[in-house]
């Protein structure tokens, strides 16, 4: 990161958590310079990138001052632990969201879709149409089991980003990130091991570790900073933990980038305690901020962490392409893959080595980020104004999802029950807690152009959960 | 089966078990009318039908006979029994046949590839095409776990084909018929469980056992009608067996069509001693005879028969589109979908839907099955040429697998070393056997058209075999 970015990181932080106030004076450009050490320019080129993101703004001969008008709402809560680890259900639940066919008369704001709808997918579509016309059909044969090698190429050239040095070689193709996790999960445990995990946590994740007799110990997660190290090791002392599971960058549902040095520590304590990561990755590459944040991976010295990721939120999820990098389980993950579904489909991968390759994926990375974050503000600011006046909203720093908290004893699943019938899905949180947690919060999916419809069903769920709420709190 | 399909299978049998040697006269046409209470044009037919598989021909005022040029080898033995459950390993093996790219320089005689460069395919990849141009691109959509509703109807149709009456809900796609296999075993089995299974047996089945850690119990097979029910029997009384996994259709490697009765009996012995069945019928639509044989799950009747098959063979491996029909499982099978790799790849789907529909897919499989059959022929016709005359070989009723059984010690493993490094591979033997037995024995692909290439391959395995076999005995 650079200096000024590294400091109007800082300053943003101050801001979200409150310290400087909404029409608060900011520190002087002098004053700044002083405790960073760093020069004038540098602190005029930070409040210039929070004057873009609509965090600061300059009053003539006054300085910089936080935006007035943006009075966000408050952070959700630091997550509670469980203690203890626990059995996951609820696949009565996530199913409800997946069984779902997508585009029939519903808006889903459950679901982890991304916008395909952009232009600068275009060459991957035309990529895919090429391919079907090609006379030697590359796409209908098996490809390697590891995945075809154009691919492992181009995405071992994108990890350079994510701070990861790695070879095409060192890289499995998945069925997306979905099936990168099961399989990283599936060479590592036995049933009734013990698996930490961030929480609130991906749905996806937890009920694979359910269907395959594991437990998870959830680990307290600040909606800021992440996982807390403290609360991990604790649990590492107490409990014979096999891997810990979390996802650190842009975290589903909370939208937080764990700081560079939580990473590093979270390594060596893995390192200290001789236990594997399973870092999911796949939002790593819609952060706001550019360059992207480095994934644990980064610090990896001894091959025990096995970074999952996919072209699903990026690009398109209905490709199915997502890859592993599984350290020293490499020879157990291609197994657990081959078992599991063998081969991936061949015309997707080569269609997006084409893409990659010709210099197609970072120019769309770039537009989605602006999108998704305009998207955000926009989502933010709805459910400010139609969502009951205590309720703490994540502020995301990528990807495509807001994380909701409302007082207890709301109940999102009645939420979600009375909103169905009127064509609107939301993603309730208990889905995202192994032990059921989170009953009181939900996930909304902002990934798709603001539109009048979208507001209008935002404004449904809000307004069903104030009477909810407000039924609750009078029961 | 009409009449005379029925009794020309008969035939077909008793030629082929040398109860008529070549060159021996066939019973009249009037002594089988009687025999088999038939009219005199059905036993004609019937007639007609083995002289077109070149099996018997006519000769002026004296009737049938066995064609006399067809010296056909012997089929392999019945397979032996292991006695009890064991675990299995040769991952290092089947890596070997599954990381190769395709089409490098090599002939790959070794791994499931159909024949892909069928005109017939051509529809296909317009679709394919055509959906990549679409504006709403519905490729790039996640599906809804259950897969594409449009492919579900069409496998519900073509399924009436295997006697099957299933609706589009009870079918789950799958990414191949591989990934069907797997979420069924493990809906059904715990770590430790007892899987009883056909000998030799398709090595993903049993690579998927290992991976999950159950045990395999091995029941002696007939190369010509399939698991020894009363082996399976004996089986049944002495193990905890939780399911029986088999191929019973154009069966891999043996190639043998289970009849129908023993069909029905297995699946009174599953109800008997309440075990599932898992049937991998991903051969099944490319048995020679048309009509395509029954499946097992025609006579399941209450829901304990999950039947797994794909479009894999039959159109093209890389498209990655199987599904399964799980019965009583539905909910533990459609949760294992979930948890090994989400949703399946949509625009795959989308293209098979249509291309069935359009009424491409039974124009193709007619192509396909003729164009196989001819190339068994042949196949057998350089096995019968090139291999030391000790060997026994299937005569596979389907598919594009040929089975080739050499006298002990022969070893296949060190054949296929040598034969590498000239760049031909095959199947060696005990990746079939979960006991590592069948080390004897190969597996031959003959999708492919015969070309001087593909003789020359086959030319090089079979007088390595010979050389090494003589080696084998001296030394």
Request: net charge neutral; aromatic share 8%.
């Amino acid at each position: 990161m650079t200096l000024y970015a590294e400091l109007a990181h800082v300053l943003r932080e101050r801001i979200e958590q409150g310290l400087y106030r909404p029409g608060d004076r900011l520190p002087s450009v002098r004053a700044l310079s002083a405790e960073h050490g760093v020069s004038l320019s540098t602190v005029q080129q930070a409040y210039r990138v929070l004057e873009d993101d609509g965090l600061a703004e300059p009053r003539p001969k006054s300085g910089y001052f936080v935006t007035a008008s943006r009075s966000l709402p408050s952070l959700p809560s630091i997550s509670k632990a469980t203690q203890r680890p626990v059995d996951i259900s609820q696949w009565d639940q996530v199913v409800e969201l997946v069984r779902q066919p997508p585009g029939k008369q519903v808006v889903q704001l459950g679901r982890g879709l991304p916008d395909i709808s952009s232009p600068t997918l275009k060459p991957l579509l035309r990529s895919l149409a090429r391919l079907s016309r090609r006379q030697d059909m590359p796409g209908l044969y098996y490809d390697t089991l590891y995945g075809t090698e154009a691919l492992r190429e181009q995405i071992a050239r994108l990890m350079v980003d994510a701070g990861c040095r790695v070879s095409p070689e060192e890289i499995l193709i998945t069925a997306g990130c979905h099936e990168a996790l099961s399989c990283s999960v599936r060479a590592i445990c036995q049933p009734g091991d013990i698996v930490a995990v961030d929480s609130p946590s991906f749905y996806g994740s937890m009920q694979t570790l359910q269907g395959l007799g594991l437990k998870a110990l959830e680990i307290p997660t600040d909606p800021l900073t992440g996982i807390s190290l403290e609360a991990l090791e604790l649990a590492l002392e107490q409990w014979p933990i096999k891997v810990i599971q979390l996802n650190p960058n842009c975290n589903n549902p909370f939208g937080y980038i764990m700081p560079e040095p939580r990473k590093r520590e979270l390594v060596s304590l893995a390192q200290r305690y001789d236990v594997a990561i399973i870092e999911d990755d796949v939002y790593g590459d819609l952060a706001y901020d550019y360059p992207r944040p480095k994934a644990i991976k980064a610090f990896d010295q001894d091959g025990r962490v096995l970074m999952c990721s996919s072209f699903s939120k990026t690009l398109a999820p209905g490709l199915r392409v997502g890859w592993v990098v599984p350290g020293r389980y490499q020879e157990q993950v291609t197994h657990m893959k081959y078992i599991g579904s063998g081969c991936t489909a061949t015309q997707p991968q080569l269609a997006i080595a084409d893409f990659v390759s010709a210099g197609h994926y970072e120019p769309h990375l770039r537009r989605m980020r602006a999108q998704y974050q305009r998207s955000r503000d926009e989502m933010t600011e709805w459910v400010r104004r139609y969502f009951p006046a205590s309720a703490r909203v994540t502020r995301p720093k990528g990807g495509f999802m807001l994380w909701i908290e409302l007082p207890e004893p709301f109940d999102s699943v009645a939420l979600n029950e009375e909103i169905k019938a009127k064509g609107v899905h939301i993603a309730v949180g208990n889905i995202f807690s192994a032990a059921g947690k989170y009953r009181n919060c939900l996930r909304l999916n902002y990934a798709a152009k603001p539109s009048a419809q979208l507001e209008a069903a935002v404004k449904l769920v809000g307004e069903t959960a104030c009477r909810l709420l407000a039924e609750a709190q009078v029961g």
